[in-house]
């Protein structure tokens, strides 16, 4: 069975930093892009950011870019998303998820999702 684990999620400060982590597991995940996606209270469930198996293509929400990185350890079967200078408006539950092949922006692309991890962040 496939599972994708999210951690690392908290409440902080606007302007803070925070780093997310979705660990894969119950298959091999060669080819495996990966996104992260986030909702908000009252407000449809959006893209964040996706990344390649190997990390060559990342697309970025405008929303983000700039502040907010992935990054991979394929060895680990894990994804992270670092984030910086965050903003109340990034306060979402955060989901990472996979689907086999390139990366996309559409997360009915994507297979396989984690349970979520919440962010908060207060002004």
């Known amino acids: 069975q496939v599972q994708l684990v999210e951690s690392g999620g908290g409440a902080v400060q606007a302007g803070g930093s925070l780093r997310l982590s979705c660990a894969a597991s119950g298959r091999t995940f060669s080819n495996y892009a990966m996104g992260w996606f986030r909702q908000a209270p009252g407000k449809e469930r959006e893209f964040v950011v996706a990344i390649s198996w190997l990390g060559g293509t990342t697309y970025y929400a405008d929303s983000v870019k700039g502040r907010f990185t992935i990054s991979r350890d394929n060895a680990k079967n894990t994804r992270y998303l670092q984030m910086n200078s965050l903003k109340p408006e990034d306060t979402a539950v955060y989901y990472c998820?996979?689907?086999?092949?390139?990366?996309?922006?559409?997360?009915?692309?994507?297979?396989?999702w984690g349970q979520g991890t919440q962010v908060t962040v207060s002004s």
């Open positions: 998820a996979s689907r086999l092949g390139a990366p996309t922006r559409t997360q009915s692309d994507y297979d396989y």
